[in-house]
């Protein structure tokens, strides 16, 4: 009985301490100003397009955590993503076939485009940021060749229905799926034999492959579920835009580098592998997204936007580290 | 009494407040929104500014998206939406991608043109107010064929891919120079270059290699316009003829020294001030005319066309006169050709 006592105040000091609790707190204290000092922010459109915006953001970080997960990148998710998008737009469009049939053909040609950068990284034992940044290329280049940067527009009517569908007046569906994929990929990592290989192999591929885990194929696997997850993005973004565009992510899909590398690292996964956290990921995601939503309440100048961002980001790290900080010398003084 | 008169004052002053409050978000608030920063939507900025006093609007504001990104674009406009503005003019970050966005802010009770890039149909936008892409650089083609005697060779140098305009102009070009039934040849095209790095790159590199092999050069976009304009210039040599688009000072001024031939001026300004217009007045009651007399391009069947001239060394001096002419005239006629209004 004493020691449960004596464990409980511990925990609460361990939790208080995480990356999550002070994202949470970063995200509350942040919501509430955005709240009190402009008068759009908390209205239903806005928190509901804000909410769209943070689900695909937060899927696109996915995307890239369960590849720095190895010790490696992806910076081809913005490519697949496109890929996958305009694959499930020609899909549809030109054969008219079911939802049924082309969200997983959309979702096996990301993990195929993924397998392809496994292999690649695999086989020639280059650094995934080579093989990614020129796969990124390749994968562009053939999809812009292959459709002439036309867009689909033709696509089931129950797609667009579903981004523009509202919970409550203000919550996205798009947010409950990004979570529900955060689940599973939570579950994968502590539940599962295959996830503990991932994290396995990331901390330390010799040793993995010493106690008998194929890290090679173990590889492939990441970056196959890499490009499912940024096929997952690609089918969000096309919920919310109504359409496959080529120009979804950008040139060479990279406008979604910088939400694709923000939400884990601020989430806390390692950069070197080894570690991941799905809730922090999701929660870096939200952050930023409520941040450039704020600021884009408050009027910033526009060209000023990628400076406060900065400044706030920096900001709300170091505030983190003052509460981990005090948190530690309260817990250390009891 | 004392105490009932100051309820009474307190109400009244609420009232006011209220109707004040209800007149205020009555008015007209115009975002006038590009795809991103670019040299060309500069003067929607002045257009705003001028539309705002000369129409009592009440805002008519330029908001630029940091970057080029469909996506930071439609969190723009989905923000300034919730921050009160009530009418936007939008050059759509993409002609497809952009129109749920747009039907979202129509379904709020902003009404929306497309302006200087047309949005594909259907879409909710009332119409598209711009420039006809593929017949300017038509134009612009014939104007370099005459330049080079009617013969030669000709190098393209244009935007980005994934904008379908980028395909037009190329098409535009293409025709021009087949109607020469093989005088003129288009030999190479550049595209992907509406940028500072990949336009010096691409046309430097080019030009240094293949400078011999062509005898005119066609631009259908800002930036490679200016960055071969230089490139001409540094050359030295005026055996190559060059026709550009818009107004860049280096463009003008190559224009004025003989390296650039002419330029086809658009019209960004009269696309703010009279798309600012159209908004208020359609706001207060207007509709648009189902049979007003709109041009149909590759986008839409609803297209108005913002007007585009050719302005060579003699013209360049005045092609702020040139575009406000251009201006009135469209202006003039507007509501009456396109409005119905009580």
């Known amino acids: 009985m004493t020691a449960s006592i004596q464990r409980a105040p511990a925990a609460l000091v361990r939790s208080a301490l995480s990356n999550e609790f002070g994202l949470v707190a970063l995200i509350a204290v942040f919501a509430a100003w955005f709240a009190l000092a402009t008068p759009g922010f908390a209205s239903p459109f806005n928190l509901f397009t804000l909410g769209r915006i943070a689900a695909i953001d937060v899927m696109i970080g996915f995307s890239m955590m369960v590849v720095i997960v190895t010790g490696g990148l992806n910076l081809s998710v913005g490519a697949i993503g496109a890929c996958s998008a305009m694959f499930f737009g020609w899909l549809s469009q030109r054969f008219g076939l079911p939802l049924v049939f082309t969200i997983p053909a959309a979702l096996a040609m990301g993990a195929a485009l993924g397998a392809v950068n496994g292999q690649l990284i695999v086989r020639s034992g280059l650094h995934s940021f080579i093989i990614t940044l020129a796969t990124m290329s390749v994968f562009f280049g053939v999809m812009v060749f292959v459709t002439r940067a036309e867009a689909f527009r033709a696509l089931p009517p129950a797609i667009l229905a579903f981004g523009r569908l509202r919970y409550f007046g203000y919550v996205s569906p798009l947010l409950l799926v990004s979570a529900g994929v955060g689940l599973a990929l939570a579950a994968l990592y502590r539940l599962t034999p295959l996830g503990r290989e991932m994290l396995a192999a990331g901390a330390n591929a010799a040793a993995a492959e010493l106690s008998g885990v194929r890290v090679g194929r173990v590889f492939v696997r990441c970056h196959m579920l890499s490009g499912a997850l940024a096929g997952v993005a690609a089918l969000m973004a096309i919920a919310r835009t109504g359409a496959a565009i080529p120009s979804m992510a950008g040139d060479l899909g990279q406008d979604w580098l910088l939400p694709a590398f923000l939400g884990p690292v601020l989430g806390g996964t390692l950069l070197s592998g080894g570690r991941v956290s799905v809730l922090g990921a999701f929660l870096g995601s939200a952050l930023v997204s409520e941040l450039t939503n704020g600021l884009l309440q408050f009027r910033v100048g526009e060209f000023w936007l990628q400076t406060y961002l900065g400044l706030m980001l920096l900001a709300a790290v170091l505030l983190d580290l003052m509460r981990r900080k005090l948190v530690a010398r309260f817990g250390a003084s009891r | 009494m004392l105490r009932t008169s100051k309820y009474l004052l307190a109400v009244a002053a609420i009232a006011l407040a209220a109707g004040v409050s209800a007149r205020a ?73 952009s129109n749920s966005t747009v039907q979202e802010l129509t379904e709020n009770g902003a009404p929306v043109i497309a302006t200087a890039g047309c949005l594909k149909e259907p879409t909710t936008a009332l119409f598209c107010f711009g420039t006809d892409t593929g017949n300017s650089a038509y134009l612009g083609t014939k104007e370099l064929i005459k330049a080079m005697g009617g013969k030669g060779r000709i190098a393209h140098f244009t935007g980005f891919l994934v904008d379908p305009n980028t395909q037009l102009r190329i098409d535009a070009v293409e025709k021009a120079a087949k109607e020469t039934n093989g005088a003129v040849s288009v030999t190479q095209v550049i595209a992907d270059i509406d940028a500072p790095g990949p336009a010096e790159e691409k046309i430097n590199a080019y030009l240094a290699a293949h400078a011999s092999d062509v005898d005119g050069i066609v631009t259908t976009a800002w930036v490679p316009a200016v960055v071969a304009a230089n490139a001409l210039r540094r050359i030295g040599d005026k055996r190559i003829k060059m026709v550009g688009i818009d107004h860049d000072e280096v463009v003008l001024k190559a224009i004025k020294d003989g390296f650039v031939n002419g330029t086809m001026l658009q019209n960004p300004y009269g696309q703010g001030y009279i798309g600012s217009y159209a908004l208020n ?12 007399p709109f041009k149909t391009i590759a986008l839409t069947n609803r297209f108005i066309d913002s007007g585009t001239v050719y302005a060579d060394a003699s013209a360049v001096d005045n092609y702020v006169a040139s575009m406000q002419s251009i201006t009135k005239q469209i202006f003039a006629g507007f509501e009456n050709t396109y409005l119905d209004c009580p």
């Open chain 2, 25 to 97: 978000s009555d008015a007209t608030r115009v975002a006038l929104v590009p795809g991103g920063p670019h040299p060309y939507f500069s003067a929607w900025e002045k257009a705003g500014e001028d539309a705002k006093k000369d129409f009592n609007l009440g805002a008519a504001d330029y908001r630029v998206p940091q970057k080029w990104e469909l996506n930071l674009q439609n969190s723009l406009l989905e923000s300034l939406l919730s921050q009160g503005y009530n009418a936007f003019l939008v050059f759509p970050g993409d002609p497809v991608g």
């Open chain 2, 281 to 292: 007045r359609i706001r207060n009651g207007c509709k648009v005319k189902k049979d007003a």
